[in-house]
């Protein structure tokens, strides 16, 4: 849809969108980008899987003991008395028993060392007594596959390891490494660049001069876009100008899949953002039903997504997780995953109008009793950033709520769930 600057601010006060379906409506114009990348499984930390990934082995890849012990042959492990074997040898990790357990005999072995031909289960060290090369111990249930762990117990060969589209934690770095393999296909790095804009923006390192402030949001979004799957262009304050804000659009368009601006997306007289979005590129939505941010941008820039983030710094992380977090997912090809929401008791009253969706900010913590309580963190207005950093969840209140008492359970996102 592409809107004139007249009909996009002519719509004021009508029609707000709602959170739910303005998210549903962005991810759904979304596509992952193209472009993939062959990368050391070392330097894939973060990053998102491009193509599925099939085992060529199986792990184990051989009967392995899970102890230090003795590999022994159940069958030599009657039910009573004592039983006495010999020790014909050892088996160590990465060294193993060359021959086979032939009857009445067992092998030293420790754990991860291949269990040898003729032994079926290993004894536990702790059980039997040594007396020179003969083991004795108490006889009791030896079941074979006793402390073996069994080829292909973990992941077999022709396995699908990892999908396409899954991010690379830890875990999947190590699972990778445990199937041999070194290199992984990734989906490119999503290009982002952003600015602020405002005549009062003063960068930091300069003396405020009157009725200036420092520019906090360019900071706010290099730290929210710190992450292995981006690669984010800060191109610094654009002042209140409307060529200064379609040159700042041009360059950035050229250059992003995906471009972010904060500030001057208000019916400000001069709030040039959406007005030159209308211009340069299109534009779809810009009023949602939600506080803090309820003006957002959203449209396209040539090739590159477009969002216009409000000015108001809460406002603009508010916006930022709600909405830009989920299209970076969907964008770097990353599989969708629903937002963590949790319960929790309110530890006060929650004042809000109905009307639109509130993202207030809460500490979340563990209540004595072990259940989980959230607090408020005090002032809530949309240019307090203090009381967002104080804060360790987003406490959902719906748009027709009318806040929440002391006791009543409400809904909370912890600031954890909010990363990639
Ligand atoms: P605007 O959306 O441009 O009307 O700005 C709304 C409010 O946010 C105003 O109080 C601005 O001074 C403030 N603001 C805008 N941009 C920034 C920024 N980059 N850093 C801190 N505050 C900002
Ligand atoms: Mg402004």
């Given amino acids: 849809m592409n809107t004139s600057p007249a009909d ?9 969108l709602s959170v739910e379906e303005g998210r549903a409506r962005i991810l759904d114009s979304l ?3 193209e472009g993939v990348e062959r990368l050391p499984l070392k330097s894939a930390t973060g990053r998102i899987l491009a193509q599925d990934i099939v085992s060529a082995i199986d792990v184990p890849c051989f009967a392995n003991s899970a102890m230090d012990g003795y590999a022994v042959r159940s069958q030599d492990c009657p039910g009573e008395g004592d039983t006495v074997l010999e020790v014909v040898g050892s088996s160590f990790a990465g060294a193993p028993f060359e021959g086979a357990v032939g009857r009445g005999q067992c092998v030293r072995i420790m754990t991860g060392a291949v269990v040898p031909e003729g032994a079926d289960a290993v004894l536990m060290q702790e059980r039997v007594e040594r007396e020179d090369e003969r083991i004795r111990f108490a006889s009791g249930s030896v079941e074979a596959g006793l402390n073996v762990r069994y080829p292909g117990e973990d992941t077999r060969r022709g396995d699908t390891v990892l999908e396409c589209g899954k991010r690379l934690g830890a875990a999947e770095i190590a699972l990778l490494a445990s199937v041999g ?13 952003f600015f602020s804009t405002g005549d009062e923006l003063t960068s930091l390192g300069q ?36 060529d200064a804000v379609r ?6 368009g050229a250059m992003a899949d995906l471009v972010l601006t904060s500030g001057g997306v208000s019916v400000g007289e001069a709030d040039y953002v959406t007005e030159t979005l209308a ?17 957002l941008a959203f449209g396209r820039l040539g090739a590159a997504v477009f969002f216009g983030l409000p000015g108001n ?14 299209a970076i997912r969907k964008m770097s090809g990353e599989k969708a995953r629903a937002p963590l929401l949790l319960q929790a008791r309110c530890a006060g009253d929650l004042r809000k109008a109905p009307g639109r969706m509130e993202f207030q900010r809460g ?13 408020t963190t005090g002032l809530q207005g949309s240019h307090v950033l203090s009381s967002m950093s104080r804060a360790n969840c987003f406490i959902h209140l719906p748009a027709e709520s009318s806040g929440a008492h002391r006791g009543e359970m409400v809904t909370v996102q912890p600031f954890a769930d909010l990363g990639y």
């Fill in 8 to 16: 996009c601010c002519a719509e004021p006060s009508r029609k707000l």
């Fill in 31 to 33: 596509q992952p980008v």
């Fill in 181 to 193: 393999v070194g290199e992984v296909p990734l989906r490119r790095r999503l290009r982002v660049a």
């Fill in 207 to 242: 003396p405020l001069e009157a009725g200036q402030i420092y520019d906090s949001n360019r900071y706010a979004l290099s730290a929210m876009l710190s992450a292995p799957r981006i690669e984010y262009y800060d191109l610094g304050v654009i002042p209140d100008r409307r």
């Fill in 247 to 252: 040159d700042a659009f041009r360059q950035a």
């Fill in 279 to 295: 211009e340069l590129g299109q534009i779809d939505f810009w009023r949602m039903a939600m506080k803090p941010g309820k003006p």
């Fill in 313 to 326: 710094p809460v406002s603009a992380m508010v916006t930022f997780y709600q909405f830009v977090l989920p």
């Fill in 363 to 375: 500490i979340l913590q563990t209540a004595a009793d072990g259940s989980l309580e959230v607090s």
